[in-house]
């Protein structure tokens, strides 16, 4: 394929881009883009060509769950209002076949499944063999908007980190690649999104009250992120950190990301479970 | 947007495709192109810039969901092996944000299923307000294959056709605009795709054996496709029937039907519910 673009993909984004890589929060530019030189320009002309070897290998995956294989991928978007998961979905995950794809979003949790332990509503929603999961917010919420908020007892959101890294390590032995991805952006560029919201009445839908609310609690959420990334970052279930106030990179890095996830799958077409070659003397004569 | 091709968009689909205007199954074309005097070519490169179209009122109609409007869209997909339902999902579905699309297959029930009403495993997968559903087979497969294999007593299947239709009246009563899809192949398609199947070993995962065993009862489920079309198609949930030898007509007809359908609604964007000029206030000196 002819490349519509000099520049190189974000290099290693599994290495650059591991939160523990990352250093603290405080200290991660939103506006940077590790492991990439190149302009807003190559990273959307590459964000297309690389879609393409995206959904191929989505599409391997999808085969092998097809044929019994139980792999699959999650991948954990977390991030402040207007962030850009919803974009993330749009873009990235557009790019490839909806019939391998699970999404599911996580908002205030309703009463049935307040009644429920905090990963019932996950558990439910889970990708089953041969999808990609894409959990837009998730169990961290669990950590976060009730560590910011008190709304449930300290003693009982603090033993939610490990409940997270036992829940999490039993779906990585169960063949589910984990991808955990923090869009960290910065609180201008929120109020610069959520203004342009305003501003349009096309993207009014986009925008609630309550947004302004919680910019409130920037800084008490930056805290609890870098809990969950201290608390949680481990070996069977990542943590990357992605600075996201250039759109363009967030999404070129999410792509790479689940790029470098399939690639280690190491996923050739599956064997066939049939004879091709009595088959063929079958429907010859059907 | 300059058009790619001179071809118009194929005519007024929802009354050239209904299945009462196409007459007999028996008697239509699998390779027609009802309504639409381009060539393939042109097909092609309308999908494309209808999918633009197709995907601006998506997004419409996924901000109404978001914003308390209860309407959705419901698109059922039926036909016979290899007849391109999952193409359906891949090349006209994928052109939309995956945020609003929840897609379900129905395969062979599962104990838990049978244990059930036909209608339960269907009513769990209803698209939820603002979304568009997708069926990859569906509830019909109950008056099919069921019918076909008498997998249950006749006096049981023979009931179905009035529960279903009273079903889809209260969808329709509830809001979602309901697309039943029958896309009609030829025999002779289906062994050339199959044998496409069993020749390419990046295909092999799509083949199942049991795929030719299906081809010999062909008359009998073209026959209880005819019943289906003539015990439940009407205007509360119509039945359309798409020529489906060329994958790119049915593609584009599909897109034309999910258009028509979306248009029909009437979606301007939402109104704002809260005072646009009091939540800048707010947001500057937050």
Redesign the interface.
């Known amino acids: 394929m002819a490349s519509s673009s000099d520049a190189e993909p974000p290099a290693a984004p599994t290495t650059t881009l591991r939160a523990s890589s990352m250093g603290r929060l405080t200290d991660v530019d939103p506006r940077d883009t590790p492991g990439f030189d190149g302009y807003k320009s190559d990273g959307k002309a590459l964000l297309k060509e690389r879609g393409e070897l995206l959904a191929a290998l989505q599409e391997r995956l999808y ?2 769950g ?2 019994g294989d139980r792999r699959s991928i999650l991948l954990v978007l977390q991030g402040m209002d207007t962030s850009g998961k ?1 974009g993330i ?2 873009h990235v ?2 790019m490839v ?3 391998g ?1 699970s ?1 599911a ?1 996580f908002g205030k949790p309703t009463e049935d499944e307040l009644a429920h332990d905090f990963l019932w509503r996950i558990r439910a929603k889970l990708p089953t063999p041969g999808q990609i999961g ?1 959990f ?1 917010r998730s169990h961290y919420e669990d950590v976060l908007a009730v560590r910011v908020h008190d709304l449930v007892p300290e003693q009982e959101w603090q033993k939610r980190y490990d409940v997270i890294n036992e829940f999490e390590r039993e779906l990585a032995a169960e063949g589910t690649t984990v991808i955990k991805a923090m869009l960290h952006i910065s609180p201008d560029e929120q ?1 610069e999104r ?2 342009k919201r ?1 501003n349009r ?2 993207k ?4 609630n ?1 309550s947004d ?1 609310d919680e ?2 609690f920037w800084s008490a959420y930056q805290e609890a992120y870098q809990v969950v990334l201290d608390r949680t970052d481990n070996d069977d279930a990542p943590w990357y950190v992605i600075p996201a106030d250039r759109k363009w990179f967030a999404r070129l890095s999410i792509t790479e990301l689940l790029i470098e996830a399939l690639e280690a799958l190491d996923l050739e ?4 479970d ?1 004879d ?1 070659e009595h ?2 003397k ?2 010859a004569e ?1």
Chains 1, 2 share one sequence.
Do not use: C, M, N
């Open positions: 085969a092998h097809r044929s919803g979905v749009r995950v557009g076949d909806p019939q794809v999404h979003t894409v837009d109020r959520l203004t305003l009445p096309d009014y839908w986009k925008y009250p302004i910019r409130a077409w599956p064997e066939p049939f091709v088959e063929k079958r429907l059907s």
